[in-house]
Structures are given as structure tokens and as C-alpha cells.
């Protein structure tokens, strides 16, 4: 086994309660869609629990999606089963329900009253209704009114940032990581690089992993498609236990070398040239699904189900 810590000082799990949404955000990590109504039932989120108080170093539950909201009554008990667990919880929104403060407060109370310790709303650009801009506004101040701890995920859409050094690279600013939609939707007319040159993951510690996303088909992330194992088939301190970074299929090589490394490890041509080490991280497992079914999953999130179409 390796020395690494694994998955061992695991503390959080981050429900993505549905991949239900109100948009199709061409960013989006996990093809998010109004088509969607894969969604977690009440006794799988019971279940999470009971397999989570399984795990001591687990202490926080994120409700996330999709949109969480869009299954309000399951939002709300989940919660309140998590917290009468002893587990903090926070939410991640769109904040499509806060027409107005009015309204916000009016979604926003019973989960303050269940003691939320965050809630974070994406207000930018790429989010906001333009014929009702102020909807993550409203739910601040609503919050803000609660005394709930509240705030705010800001990206933009991708653009070209000059390098500061002569003859340097240019950067992508925007904050957007090319996996997903966004591989697919967002990269026409940006700059690439080399595929030898991609030869680290700078986005996920897969040696010592502290939150895991797991959706209502069980699957655990680590990143948004890759997978050490499915709750609901093997219980999560089990996978916790076997976890070794160094042995996956898919982390290993990446960890030995970055996306290129598990493009040549498995001979896999994903192209030439990528926006970014995300990028070709996601196109290089997409062509591995078939492969390692129990590792690279669900098929949805790389855009592979028609519930994944705009």
C-alpha cells in the first residue's frame, strides 16, 4: 500500500442531490440540464448518513447539484437528517428561487433555523438571468437578515490575459477549468498548448483526498468523473480503506505524470493540442469509459446521456 494518505482524512461529502438545473451552463463540471431528473431519493440520502457516521473524520455535508433547490422538501430534510447527525452543512445555489428578498426569506428560514454554516450563490456572468439580474442579490440579503453565513462563487467567461514576460504563454483568466461542458463548449478560438507538455494535475490532491462529490447513483468523485468506487455497491469505509492512489487505474498515472501520462499509458490519441491539463484530462478518460466502467463514471457527466444535452 502507499504511504500517502489516501482517502483517510476524509471530511467532507458533497451531495450532488441532482444534475437536474434550470440552465445548461456551458461551463458546467457536470452537464448540469433542465433535462435532468436524475435525483437522490430520501432513503439514499438516509443511507449516506448511516455510511458516513461509518467514517470519524468526516464532519460537513454540502447539498450541490444541478440545483439543490429544484427538489426543495428533499433539500431541506436532507439537511435536517445530516445536522441531527451532528455533520455542519452548507448549499450551493444558482439562487433561481429569489424572485424577490420576500421570497428569498421565505426559502432561506427553515434552513437557518436548521443552523446552515455556508451558502454559496454563483452571481456572475455566467449565471445571472439577464431578465432578472438580481436574484443573488436578493438571496444575500435575505441571508444577511437570517444571520446565515453567506457567499458568493464568481467566474467569468474565458479570455485571453497577456503574460507578463516577453515571449511568455498567454493565460486563460476567468477561472473556468476546461472539464465537462466546458471542453466541449468553450474552447474555440483560446489558445493551446502542447499535449507533452500537461504533465501534473494542479486541481485535486489525489494522495490525500478531503472531500469527495457523491450523486444519487452512487458514484464517489474525487474530480467530476473520476471514481474510487460506488457507495451504494461498496460501502465508503471500504473504499475509503482500499483507496491507494498510487494503484488506480486512472490517478496513478496521472499522479506519475500528469494527462499525458494516462494518455500514453493506455494509448489513447485525444489530440495534439488542449486548452489546459484539464482538458485533456477529461477527453483522455472520455475515450476510456468503455474500459474502466467502475472508475471513469457516469457516462452522463461527460456529456454521453441524452438528460446531459442542452
Known amino acids: 500500500m502507499s504511504a500517502d494518505p489516501g482517502m483517510k482524512n476524509l471530511r467532507g461529502l458533497h451531495l450532488l442531490l441532482t444534475y437536474g438545473c434550470t440552465s445548461a451552463c456551458d461551463h458546467c463540471f457536470v452537464y448540469g440540464s433542465p433535462r435532468s431528473d436524475v435525483v437522490f431519493t430520501i432513503a439514499q440520502v438516509k443511507e449516506l448518513i448511516r455510511q458516513a457516521r461509518e467514517v470519524p473524520s468526516i464532519t460537513t455535508f454540502y447539498f450541490e447539484g444541478g440545483e439543490p433547490f429544484l427538489y426543495y422538501a428533499l433539500l431541506v430534510e436532507g439537511i435536517r437528517l445530516a445536522r441531527a447527525a451532528g455533520y455542519d452543512c452548507g448549499i450551493v445555489s444558482n439562487a433561481f428561487w429569489a424572485v424577490s428578498v420576500e421570497d428569498a426569506l421565505l426559502y432561506l428560514r427553515p434552513l437557518a433555523e436548521l443552523g446552515i454554516v455556508d451558502l454559496s450563490l454563483s452571481d456572475d ?67 493551446t498548448k502542447p499535449a507533452g507538455l500537461f504533465t501534473e494535475c494542479y486541481e485535486e490532491d489525489f494522495r490525500d483526498v478531503r472531500r469527495v462529490h457523491v450523486d444519487p447513483f452512487g458514484w464517489t468523485h474525487i474530480c467530476q468523473g473520476i471514481t474510487p468506487g460506488n457507495l451504494f455497491e461498496k460501502p465508503l469505509k471500504e473504499i475509503i480503506a482500499d483507496y491507494d492512489p498510487q494503484q488506480e487505474p486512472i490517478i496513478g498515472p496521472i499522479l506519475r505524470g500528469g494527462p499525458i501520462a494516462l494518455a500514453r499509458e493506455y494509448s489513447v ?42
Open 269 to 310: 490519441d485525444a489530440g495534439e493540442r488542449f486548452v489546459d491539463a484539464c482538458q485533456m484530462c477529461f477527453l483522455t478518460r472520455r475515450a476510456l469509459l468503455d474500459r474502466f466502467p467502475n472508475k471513469i463514471a457516469p457516462r452522463r457527466v461527460y456529456g454521453l446521456t441524452p438528460d446531459a444535452k442542452q
Open 125 to 191: 456572468e455566467l449565471h445571472r438571468d439577464p431578465d432578472s439580474p438580481y436574484r443573488a442579490e436578493n438571496a444575500r440579503i435575505a441571508a444577511e437578515k437570517l444571520g446565515m453565513p453567506v457567499g458568493k462563487i464568481c467566474l467569468e467567461p474565458p479570455h485571453v490575459v497577456k503574460s507578463d514576460k516577453r515571449g511568455g504563454e498567454p493565460i486563460i483568466g476567468g477561472g473556468i477549468l476546461f472539464k465537462g461542458r466546458a471542453a466541449d463548449n468553450l474552447t474555440a478560438d483560446l489558445p
